[in-house]
């Protein structure tokens, strides 16, 4: 009788656990951002709410082409992307759900989210002009546009036209100034290259900082990264350049986001849309700033001394969808004007 009786108790002991591990609240993200730049604000989610966040981080376009495969299968809840072109993409083909959020509406500008919710704003970048503090005079620097003169021949750096980042800077100049306009741009931006585009955003600031070039196109972030990091190098390039918002007598410069969406299979919905709520919080929209160096999607949220230094700037006010919608024309622009 003992043994029944301790078999017994055992048994409902596993089936207690096996129930609370089933109803346990988890939510699902497929997420195109760097681990390090995005896991310690969903550990903080997990502290907070209970739930348990399970992170997948890929390539933007083989995420997509996952969801695609996987289809009403697919395990992903959110998509986070680094840029609102894949989330065009991503709703275009339909892998997201459109989902309402009073506090999301409340607290993202309207320009920053999709006005049928299928995607949202989380922080914003700007993609600016870094230049050699013991080489330029900033008073030679205006514009985008003016990087296509021909004083600047041999003078400017500038990563690969595949990566997204660039892809929507052109986006926005064809919003801006129309395809042929912006094709004559990018074919006298070429032509200013020092060297073939290669690598990354940092390596761009390593170029200008040891005179391989004077000039590179960079999102702030990665500078105010550099500025603060670890590794001597990094910290030493940067202290060589200096920061240049574009186009502040006109438009303004250019803006982008790092984002999300609910995806259309999303089995846990509820959960993704409270961890979306929870990025848009005061408390994470500071850590953005504080570690990421991003500025807030919301306005009046306080930014660290690094990005005081920059000063305030105006803020290209074009419609981000635009730069999903002109996504596939650029790439086919950058290509004949020969951006590799």
Not at 106 to 132: K, Q
Not at 276 to 289: G, K, R
Not at 304 to 320: A, H, P, S
């Amino acid at each position: 009788m003992i043994r029944i009786k301790l078999t017994t108790s055992l048994l409902s002991g596993v089936l207690i656990f096996a129930q609370s591990i089933a109803i346990a609240a988890e939510v699902n993200i497929y997420s195109a951002r760097n681990e390090a730049l995005i896991k310690p604000l969903l550990d903080r989610f997990t502290q907070q709410s209970g739930t348990q966040v399970n992170l997948v981080t890929g390539d933007a376009d083989a995420l997509l082409k996952r969801l695609e495969i996987e289809g009403d299968n697919s395990p992903a809840d959110l998509l986070l992307t680094i840029d609102v072109a894949r989330l065009q993409r991503a709703q275009e083909s339909n892998l997201l759900q459109p989902v309402t959020s009073e506090i999301l509406i409340n607290v993202i500008p309207e320009s920053y989210r999709d006005r049928e919710g299928y995607w949202f704003g989380l922080s914003l970048r700007s993609r600016v002009i870094v230049y050699a503090k013991d080489r330029v005079n900033p008073e030679q620097l205006s514009s985008y546009e003016a990087l296509a003169a021909p004083e600047w021949k041999g003078r400017i750096c500038v990563r690969s036209s595949s990566h997204v980042y660039n892809q929507s800077l052109v986006a926005s100049l064809i919003a801006h100034d129309g395809i042929e306009a912006t094709e004559q741009w990018a074919k006298g931006l070429v032509g200013n290259f020092a060297r073939t585009p290669q690598g990354g955003d940092r390596d761009q600031i390593k170029a200008v900082a040891v005179g391989q070039c004077d000039l590179a196109l960079v999102n702030t972030y990665y500078l105010g990264g550099m500025l603060h990091s670890e590794l001597d190098e990094e910290k030493q390039a940067a202290d060589k350049v200096a920061l240049f918002w574009p186009n502040q007598d006109d438009r303004g410069a250019h803006i982008n986001i790092s984002g999300a969406g609910i995806t259309r299979s999303a089995r846990n919905k509820t959960e993704a849309i409270k961890l979306l709520e929870f990025m848009t919080s005061d408390a994470a929209q500071v850590w953005y700033a504080e570690q990421n160096y991003e500025y807030p999607i919301r306005p009046g949220i306080a930014i660290g001394d690094t990005m005081k230094q920059w000063g305030e700037f105006v803020v290209d006010r074009l419609n981000l969808d635009q730069l999903g919608q002109y996504n596939a024309e650029a790439v086919r622009l950058m290509d004949r004007a020969g951006w590799k």
